[in-house]
């Protein structure tokens, strides 16, 4: 009897709980309702995660309240890859957003699609001042003198090395822009030294970084100058860049003062974990990760620039992240509060509080000398690295990211023939697998679309 | 294959005792019933003969070899269940071979006991069935067959006929006995069925408390039960249970109503005497006073039975005679005219009076006197 | 010698009954309209969800699709062609091929010695029994998490546990043939619970009659395991083989969060190729064609089982 009506006591009290939170949610939406009356709805998609999606929605906000006309309304969609094929799929149907974030290599697919607006029309119409965003983002986003969207969160490739590390094992850094050589030299000297307690160094098995072994070695991966001056019809896997840069990490990794962390997220978190508990003395990867490397970490954190191969200059490295876009299935109001939305995010305050809580680049020129910047680049001044490399970069063919659909494709085969590479193959043969393969999927592609029969 | 039960015991908990001391001798060939009323233990009792259930307290002696904590295997036995237990995924013959297989019996040798256990139990035409197109009665075959293969010499049987119709219960009975004797088996046989022990068996352990009762021949226990539960479990109509005194040395008083002379003398003192209901002769109306009053009335053809109650409200069960119409109020005057059983306050066994005279000595009329 | 006993009808005799029946349902026209409006919901249903993606699919598969995923350029067979002239694709057939045949033979035999295990009477067993069947209760992305943790380099419990023995350290998820280890424990552990459960309640209702009497008969408990339990249980082993085949093949969510088809593609499945060709690389033509190899592996597979297996299943 006792239990029941305890059973009784319970159920009353979850039925009163229910309705109090329902009636509180369909107070709380009430309310938002009311908030915005007469405001016209911006809906952008987007795929940052942690801090990153704390900020951006941070920004959103931080719009929304600066204007009355619109709303900016985010949406989270998953991975990258995930939401470039939602986007299509969704568009021309109320679903789809008026603005989207895409990363970098759906640029060329997306551009295709047909289905966007290049925000070169309102830069145009509002005399927008391009020449504050670095021009090594925009390089990337643009073709053929046409800005198609507006870079957003940038990143570039670095090589990250712990300097306390090499501090203790009397080792000097690897230089501002080092060669090849010049991390071997490290990775040799800090497996030696901590009698293979401490790993030199590691490259992980990941598309991206092929592109850019390319990139710094100033030759093109696709034809037609990586597409930057007509559609590609086929790749090129195993140009000299390719192949020196692939046999310097076959090489290494044999002798043992190199290890392979394998690929995709798992690789990264797990180089990462190493790295900040000193078992890993150098990796490379991208420059957002600083703000992870850096909180928490007792070592002090080194960045030099990408490596290039002994004898040659470093002709820069493309960057990585992603985008913003306009949908043109949108009305001409909407679209034109979206640009205002992109406007919003790429001034000086928003792009400096962006690096500030991200490690992403600030894009901005003018950001550098908002406090907040200031503050960060005396407080880690490494933390200069990633953007000094972006500014060095003149932006040329073979720099500014590779304009060629299918790139995801792309990245798989690379990454398979690293991975044979790493497990031993040979490089050529591996590439020239990779290579055919890429070329008929590109062939294929452009049948299907109808650039050439 | 003779079997020597000595001071059995099971218990699951400390100290409750599921069955205490059973000690028994089976003779070889005999057909061995152990009968009782669901919970006595019984089966506990065959599992623990065929190794199934390991044995707490005593010994078990088969052949005059110790077997205790044998497993069930190399006790040379076999057994029969109530629910058949074959293998649904075998055919009748693989069933039958089942046992010869595992010992890995050469083939031809497993073909031929196979062949002759199924002709013997008649199911040569069902030999390449499975066993859910038999009916009831061909499955227990079966079962027989499997047994009769493996030519053990003891087979255990636990309630084999349960799961059968009346009919067809009674039919089995004699087959069972033709092919126990036919095979030389030693057969121990559980049963909650009097009746099937009492047509079936050469010996029979009553168990009942957790306890032997009594073992004896079907006779020696219908004539000569050791306790009042052995009396009225065997025996239908069911044995009289009345409640008796001696207040005299010599007189015996029923149910306060009817007085018995006692040819020796018993201590003063409450006893229970049972009588069966074909021990008591009613009187046909108008002669002799009436003492019991008809309850209610069951026609069974042949026999009317009468349940009839004693002026101090005892319950008394009589066979009326035969062309007489009873109602129920009616008043029967009764006459004691078989065997009386005079058992102690704890029911054991103290004195038979048979047949209207005590055992053994001189006839003696009991008297029978209406006291009110 | 029984007379209540009749023959049961011969299945010849049944089939000619079946023969003999007036008439079909194409006898009266009622009897149509009410197998219609019986099927009919079904039939929509399957037809929207079943039926009209297959033959899509089909469709796309002789297609070069655009990038918004049209189909514009009619290639015949080509796609197929492609397929089985990569040897990408046949190694993922062949990986795919391996992964099945290990976890369902692996989910079943560990399946049936915990659920053997976990019958007997013994104290604390209904703990065991819960522990047993709690994968059941797991998600995919959580046991990813955990495998991924037991398996990770340098930090993963058995790494650690081999350096702790002076065993080598493996880099499971890293090296071609322990990812697919990996995977493969992996995927045994997710399907454990399920397994062990079906098959605990299958063990559970076989009759102890029937242990008592092959003890009785003289046989061993390997002889009563192999000749006793597995065919009483085996019309449910075989129910479990299917389902864990046809699991199997579509396998998706452990290898994306653990592998993602790596390292060197040697855990890319079949199915996880449908993924990376449909979903990441919008290769609607090419992921049709895969799709299409991999139902009728499927139900090729399926129906062999069917064939070959079913008939020593003996059902009551």
């Given at each position: 009897m006792k239990r029941i009506r305890k059973l009784w006591g319970w159920l009353a009290l979850l039925v009163v709980g229910v309705t109090l939170i329902g009636t509180g949610w369909a107070t709380h939406q009430a309310a938002v309702a009311r908030a915005v009356p007469h405001r016209t709805k911006i809906l952008f998609w987007h795929e940052m995660t942690g801090p990153a999606q704390q900020e951006l929605l941070r920004l959103v906000q931080g719009f929304n309240r600066s204007q009355t006309t619109y709303q900016v309304v985010p949406e989270f969609e998953g991975n990258y890859n995930e939401a470039v094929q939602k986007v299509i799929d969704t568009h021309g149907t109320t679903a789809s957003p008026a603005v989207f974030q895409s990363m970098d290599i759906s640029t060329s697919q997306l551009a295709h699609t047909g289905n966007i607006t290049p925000v070169q029309k309102y830069i145009d119409e509002d005399h927008y001042d391009l020449k504050q965003i670095a021009p090594g983002a925009r390089a990337f986003y643009a073709n053929r003198g046409v800005q198609l969207s507006m870079p957003f969160n940038t990143s570039q490739p670095v090589l990250y090395y712990n300097a306390t590390l090499l501090k203790k094992y009397h080792i000097t850094p690897p230089p501002v822009a080092p060669t090849y050589q010049d991390i071997t030299r490290v990775a040799t000297q800090l497996t030696d030294r901590s009698h293979h307690k401490v790993q030199g160094m590691t490259v992980e098995i990941y598309g991206w970084l092929f592109e850019q072994f390319l990139a710094n070695s100033g030759?093109?991966?696709?034809n037609q100058h990586d597409g930057h001056t007509g559609t590609p019809t086929e790749v090129n896997f195993t140009s000299p860049g390719a192949l020196t840069a692939m046999h310097w990490i076959q090489t290494n990794l044999q002798r043992g003062i190199f290890v392979n962390y394998g690929a995709g997220a798992n690789a990264q978190s797990n180089e990462t974990a190493s790295f900040l508990s000193g078992r890993l003395g150098m990796f490379l990867q991208s420059s957002a990760l600083i703000g992870q490397l850096t909180t928490g970490n007792p070592d002090r954190l080194g960045i030099s620039d990408y490596p290039h191969p002994v004898?040659?200059?470093?002709n820069g490295v493309a960057i990585g992240g992603a985008s913003l876009w306009l949908s043109n299935d949108k009305s001409a109001h909407v679209q034109r509060g979206a640009w205002d939305f992109i406007k919003y995010l790429m001034t000086a305050k928003s792009q400096a509080a962006w690096q500030v809580a991200t490690g992403y680049l600030a894009l901005n020129q003018r950001s550098a000398q908002t406090p907040a910047l200031r503050a960060l680049f005396r407080k880690l001044p490494a933390t200069r690295v990633p953007g000094n490399q972006l500014r060095a970069t003149a932006p040329n063919q073979t720099n500014s990211g590779i304009f060629l659909q299918g790139l995801i494709q792309e990245r798989n085969l690379t990454q398979t023939a690293m991975e044979q590479i790493y497990q031993g193959a040979d490089p050529r043969r591996a590439l020239s697998t990779a290579q055919r393969a890429m070329t008929s999927y590109v062939q294929n592609n452009n049948r299907a679309n109808g650039y050439q029969k | 294959m003779s079997i020597e039960l000595s001071g059995l015991g099971k218990t699951y908990q400390p100290d409750e005792w599921v069955l205490h001391d059973v000690s028994a001798r089976i003779a070889s060939g005999e057909f061995f019933a152990i009968v009782g009323p669901s919970g006595c233990g019984k089966s506990t009792l065959l599992r623990m003969i065929a190794g199934l259930t390991p044995i707490t307290a005593g010994n078990l002696k088969i052949n005059g070899r110790v077997v205790t904590d044998l497993p069930p295997k190399e006790r040379q036995l076999t057994m029969v269940f109530q629910s058949y237990?074959?293998?649904?995924?075998?055919s009748v013959q693989a069933n039958v071979a089942f046992g010869l297989k595992a010992r890995k019996f050469p083939p031809a040798e497993i073909d031929q006991r196979v062949t002759r256990a199924i002709q013997l139990v008649d199911l040569t035409a069902f030999r390449d069935r499975k066993p859910r197109d038999l009916s009831g009665g061909q499955r227990q075959r079966v079962a027989l067959a499997r047994a009769i293969a493996s030519e053990a010499k003891l087979c255990l049987m636990d309630e084999p006929l349960s799961n059968l119709d009346a009919q067809l219960r009674v039919k089995m009975r004699t087959e069972l006995r033709r092919l126990q004797q036919q095979l030389g088996l030693t057969v121990i046989y559980v049963t909650h069925d009097q009746v099937e022990a009492m047509t079936m068996a050469d010996h029979i352990m009553v168990l009942h408390d957790h306890q032997v009762q009594q073992i004896g021949t079907p006779l020696d226990l219908y004539h000569h039960p050791a306790n009042t539960f052995v009396g009225s479990f065997f025996g239908a109509p069911r044995m009289n249970l009345l409640p008796a005194r001696v207040?005299?040395?010599t007189e015996l008083t029923l149910a306060q109503t009817l007085k018995v002379a006692l040819p020796r003398p018993l201590p003063v003192a409450d006893y229970t005497v049972g009588i069966r209901p074909n021990a008591i002769t009613v009187l046909p109306a108008g002669t002799g006073a009436p003492c019991a009053t008809v309850q209610t009335v069951e026609y069974l053809g042949a026999q009317t039975l009468l349940e009839t109650q004693l002026p101090d409200g005892t319950a008394l069960e009589l066979i009326g005679v035969a062309p007489a119409d009873y109602r129920p109020g009616d008043r029967v005057a009764v006459q004691l005219t078989g065997t009386l059983y005079v058992f102690d306050a704890q029911g054991r066994a103290r004195m038979t009076l048979e047949g209207g005279v005590v055992h053994g000595n001189d006839a003696q009329t009991v008297s029978v006197a209406d006291q009110s | 010698m029984e007379m209540t006993h009749k023959p049961f009808p011969s299945p010849t005799k049944a089939k000619s009954v079946a023969k003999e029946r007036p008439r079909g349902f194409n006898g009266h026209r009622h009897d149509k309209y009410v197998a219609a409006a019986f099927l009919g919901p079904s039939l929509v249903v399957l037809g929207i969800f079943v039926f009209y993606p297959m033959l899509k699919t089909l469709y796309l598969s002789l297609f070069l699709t655009n990038n918004v995923g049209r189909p514009t350029v009619f290639v015949g067979l080509k796609n197929y062609g492609t397929l089985l002239a990569s040897s990408a694709y046949r190694a993922s057939f062949q990986a795919t091929l391996i992964y099945v045949f290990s976890v369902v033979v692996l989910t079943l035999t560990v399946g049936v010695l915990l659920a053997q295990a976990a019958v007997q009477k013994l104290a604390g067993i209904r703990w065991f029994r819960t522990i047993f069947s709690a994968t059941m209760g797991v998600s995919v992305s959580v046991a990813a998490i955990f495998w991924l943790f037991i398996f990770s380099p340098s930090v993963g419990l058995l790494d650690q546990l081999a350096a702790s023995l002076h065993l080598p350290v493996i880099n499971w998820l890293t090296t071609p043939g322990w990812a697919m280890v990996a995977i493969i424990v992996s995927t045994v552990w997710m399907n454990l619970g399920f397994t062990f459960l079906i098959l605990f309640g299958a063990l559970q209702m076989v009759p102890t009659t029937l242990y008592d009497a092959a003890a009785v008969e003289g046989a061993s408990p390997r002889y009563q395991f192999l000749h006793v339990t597995l065919p009483m249980i085996s019309p449910t082993l075989f129910f479990t083989a299917t389902v864990t085949l046809i699991g199997a093949f579509k396998s998706f969510g452990l290898i994306d969060l653990m592998t993602a088809g790596g390292p060197n593609n040697a855990t890319n499945l079949m199915v996880y190729q449908v993924y990376r060709d449909a979903?990441?690389?919008?290769n609607y033509g090419q992921a049709s064609a895969e799709s299409m190899i991999l139902a009728v592996v499927i139900a090729g597979l399926t129906w062999v089982q069917f064939k070959f297996l079913e008939k020593r299943v003996t059902y009551e």
């Open positions: 030759e093109e991966l696709a004898g040659k200059r470093a | 237990a074959l293998f649904p995924f075998l207040s005299e040395a | 979903f990441l690389t919008g």
